[in-house]
């Protein structure tokens, strides 16, 4: 039996919601899920709600090791028990979400079946933005906003939060901003982060170049600067 899987990015990292079901049918579902889609988890910070239920510290460690195997960091455990929460505790995680939850702004992510989807807005904390083609953004990317697209991200000002574009294994994707200092930026299953910025912001573009993320000027007139799907 299969057993439905909400994940969703919020500013801590991805939460993924276990609240239903039994457990020895909530772990294959689980693992399931992960390995459809292995560069879109891999790297990333794990919350998870585990509802109500019971479990030890061994299915606790359990879980962490079968996430780290995949490259999640499993770093906080949401219940409703005392005893999972215990159990987590001792295991050296974190029990509570360091900031509150921000409730999510409905968006308006365009057509079905559309390649591409422009919101003419500015993605706030909280936001998290998830479209199958390619992204645009009119208007700033801050801190705590998420974009996952399946091809690339063209971000109309400031991209201040995180990003992954090619998030289906697209390698030719790229990432371009006028102002390109995500806290994290993946494409594909490569990840980096932002160097501190010296000197004045630019229009940058960031791609995939022999195996590695290089942020390259970005001049909106080229015919490449909107790769990807």
Same mark, same amino acid.
């Given at each position: 039996?299969?057993?439905?899987?909400?994940? $969703?990015?919020?500013?801590?990292?991805?939460?993924?919601? +276990?609240?239903?079901?039994?457990?020895?049918?909530?772990?294959?579902?689980? %693992?399931?899920?992960?390995?459809? $889609?292995?560069?879109?988890?891999?790297?990333? &910070?794990?919350?998870? &709600?585990? #509802?109500?239920?019971?479990?030890?510290?061994?299915?606790?460690? &359990?879980?962490?090791?079968?996430?780290?195997?995949?490259?999640?960091?499993?770093?906080?455990?949401?219940?409703? *028990?005392?005893?999972?929460?215990?159990?987590?505790?001792?295991? #050296?995680?974190?029990?509570? +979400?360091?900031?509150?939850?921000?409730?999510?702004?409905?968006?308006?992510?365009?057509?079905?079946?559309?390649?591409?989807?422009?919101?003419?807005?500015?993605?706030?904390?909280?936001?998290?933005?998830?479209?199958?083609?390619?992204?645009? %953004?009119?208007?700033?990317?801050?801190?705590?906003?998420?974009?996952?697209?399946?091809?690339?991200?063209? %971000?109309?000002?400031? +991209?201040?939060?995180?990003?992954?574009?090619?998030?289906?294994?697209?390698?030719?994707?790229?990432? *371009?901003?006028?102002?390109?200092?995500?806290?994290?930026?993946?494409?594909?299953?490569?990840?980096?982060?932002?160097?501190? &910025?010296?000197?004045?912001?630019?229009?940058?573009?960031?791609?995939?170049?022999?195996?590695?993320?290089?942020?390259?000027?970005?001049?909106? $007139?080229?015919?490449?600067?909107?790769?990807?799907?």
């Amino acid at each position: 039996m299969t057993i439905p899987i909400a994940i $969703k990015g919020i500013r801590e990292g991805l939460l993924i919601a +276990l609240d239903e079901g039994e457990w020895g049918e909530v772990l294959p579902s689980l %693992v399931e899920h992960l390995d459809a $889609k292995p560069d879109f988890f891999r790297g990333a &910070r794990a919350i998870l &709600r585990l #509802g109500a239920r019971s479990l030890f510290a061994a299915d606790v460690a &359990r879980l962490r090791s079968l996430l780290a195997d995949r490259g999640i960091t499993l770093q906080t455990v949401l219940s409703e *028990c005392d005893s999972t929460l215990n159990a987590a505790r001792s295991l #050296g995680m974190e029990t509570a +979400l360091r900031t509150p939850p921000v409730e999510e702004t409905p968006l308006d992510t365009g057509l079905s079946g559309a390649d591409a989807v422009v919101l003419r807005q500015t993605l706030r904390s909280g936001n998290c933005v998830e479209f199958p083609g390619s992204v645009l %953004v009119l208007g700033d990317v801050n801190p705590g906003a998420e974009i996952i697209a399946g091809g690339s991200v063209v %971000v109309w000002g400031r +991209l201040k939060g995180t990003v992954h574009a090619g998030a289906e294994g697209d390698e030719t994707a790229v990432v *371009c901003a006028l102002d390109l200092s995500p806290m994290q930026l993946r494409i594909a299953g490569h990840i980096a982060t932002s160097p501190p &910025r010296r000197g004045f912001s630019r229009p940058e573009t960031a791609i995939l170049r022999d195996g590695q993320l290089v942020a390259e000027p970005w001049n909106p $007139k080229e015919k490449n600067a909107g790769g990807g799907s």
